[in-house]
């Protein structure tokens, strides 16, 4: 609207006049002041932490450290703290281990029991399964992008088991749904651009994933050569993100833990361990099958499977669930089948039907397997200032590292089953 010298005079043009409207205005003008000083409370807290990042390498066994393809991971382990070994939590299997690492709970105790599992309520859960996996009924403990959003921090995840699903009616405060086929750069670019934001908007704690170790390892195995391409390129990957952040000036102001979920073993699947032939397969209901078969006998079935499993067997034990190994801390949730076969390597359990499908491609690398063998262990690394550089431990446990996450972000951890001592020896004196 213009101006005239009549809206002029209205609005009190003189000196005087104009003098008195800002005296009337002061009340106004204080009022407001008073309430941008009340407004909303600020999100974070002042003391920031030093951003901590968790990549995850599916799959990735501590020994590929020691691959020329793996020059940038043996370097973050040498120039910071590594475990000889991080044991995974029973089944050493990829989304009761990812939840593990994030919730500091075991399998039994966070409720993600396998990759593929039913529930008398939820139905059926596989990880393809995108309202099952993206539904928190099914996920419990606390993952640690809860933890911090409680604290007042932020997290964003670049792919991680949990991070789809409204746990407790919380996600992270950014996240995306999985899509395998985004390829590594452009993960790393996301994980840059959070870290590069400005203060009030970047994440305390971050995610990244890649897959294709795992991938490519169950499709070779662990000993052959295309497996190294695969280091190579997370090791690239890896690489292109630490030049990075040392290009935007946080080298040395990050936390980085790398890890693995599990290890790989190589599998035989020409001779599958097929449960048909101890017991008729109409009896029961596969849920589950690979290094271990989960089996839910059909109504009225259940003593006949159980006569014609829970008796010794070449290469595999099954289980009903009070009876497995007390070290494994597995058997009490209700998610858990009446019976688990458990194989031991090379062998694999199931049923015709799932082994002898026709077209299907046999893997040559699995896991799955009794977390305390060799080849089941998982990788860990910590680097950034918190960690002391060339320091190492023999072994962690998966579920060791939901505290040390917690520790590193200067928040208290909720209820959790790990050691918060666990990695001390890795660790700077007073973090
Ligand atoms: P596993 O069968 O235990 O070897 O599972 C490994 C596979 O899990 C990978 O190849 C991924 O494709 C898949 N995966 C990893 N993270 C997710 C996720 N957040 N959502 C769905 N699938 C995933
Ligand atoms: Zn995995
Ligand atoms: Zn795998």
């Given at each position: 609207m ?21 005296l ?5 003008l204080?009022?407001?002041?008073a309430?941008a ?7 974070l807290?002042?003391?920031?932490p030093l951003p ?20 940038t ?18 089944p050493?299997?990829t ?8 919730t ?23 990880m393809?399964?995108?309202t ?34 409204d ?19 452009r ?11 400005p ?6 704690f ?28 997370v090791?690239?990957?890896v690489r ?8 935007a000036?946080?080298a ?22 097929l449960l ?7 009896s029961?209901e ?14 009225g079935r ?12 070449a ?20 998610r ?10 090379p062998f ?6 799932v082994y002898e499908m ?40 998966s ?11 200067g928040?208290?951890p909720?209820?959790h ?10 660790l700077?004196?007073?973090?």
């Open positions: 213009l101006s005239t010298p009549d809206s002029h005079a209205r609005a009190g043009g003189s000196f005087a006049g104009r003098f008195r409207t800002l009337l205005l002061i009340p106004l204080l009022a407001l002041v309430c000083s009340r407004a909303p409370e600020p999100k807290p002042r003391e920031r901590v990042l968790l990549i995850g390498i599916d799959g990735f066994r501590p020994d590929y450290l020691a691959m020329p393809e793996a020059r991971l043996r370097a973050l382990a040498e120039g910071g703290g590594h475990a000889e070994a991080l044991q995974p939590a029973y050493s299997l989304f009761p281990n990812h939840y593990t690492l994030v500091g709970l075991h399998p039994d105790r966070h409720g993600i029991i396998n990759n593929s599992m039913r529930d008398p309520e939820l139905g059926s859960f596989a393809h399964l995108r099952a996996v993206a539904d928190g009924r099914w996920w419990g403990g606390e993952p640690v992008w809860i933890t911090a959003k409680r604290r007042g921090l932020r997290s964003a995840t670049l792919f991680w088991p949990g991070s789809e699903a746990v407790g009616g919380q996600h992270p405060d950014e996240w995306l749904p999985y899509d395998a086929s985004l390829g590594s750069a993960r790393v670019q996301q994980v840059l651009a959070w870290l590069t934001r203060q009030s908007s970047r994440p305390d971050m995610t990244l994933y890649f897959e294709q170790v795992d991938s490519i390892g169950h499709d070779v195995g662990p000993d052959a050569p295309e497996l190294r391409r695969a280091v190579s390129a090791d690239r990957s292109e993100l630490l030049a990075g952040i040392a290009d000036g946080w040395d102001r990050i936390n980085l833990v790398l890890v693995s979920d599990h290890g790989m073993t190589a599998i035989d699947e020409s001779r599958p361990i048909d032939e101890l017991v008729d397969p109409r029961f596969l849920v589950s099958f690979g290094a271990s078969a989960g089996i839910q006998p059909r109504r259940s003593a006949e499977v159980e006569a014609a499993l829970l008796r010794p067997h290469h595999m034990r099954c289980f009903r669930p009070p009876e497995f190994p007390a070290e494994w801390r597995f058997g009490e949730h209700p858990i089948p009446a019976i688990t076969c458990q194989a031991e390597p694999v359990v199931g049923t015709r039907r026709p077209g299907r491609k046999r893997k040559r690398g699995g896991h799955g397997y009794d977390p305390t063998l060799p080849d089941m262990q998982a990788l860990f690394i910590g680097h950034g200032p918190a960690f002391a550089p060339g320091t190492r431990i023999d072994r962690a446990h579920v060791d590292v939901y505290a040390l996450l917690c520790r590193l972000l928040i208290a909720a209820a089953q790990g050691d918060p001592r666990a990695f001390d020896a890795l700077r004196p007073g973090v």
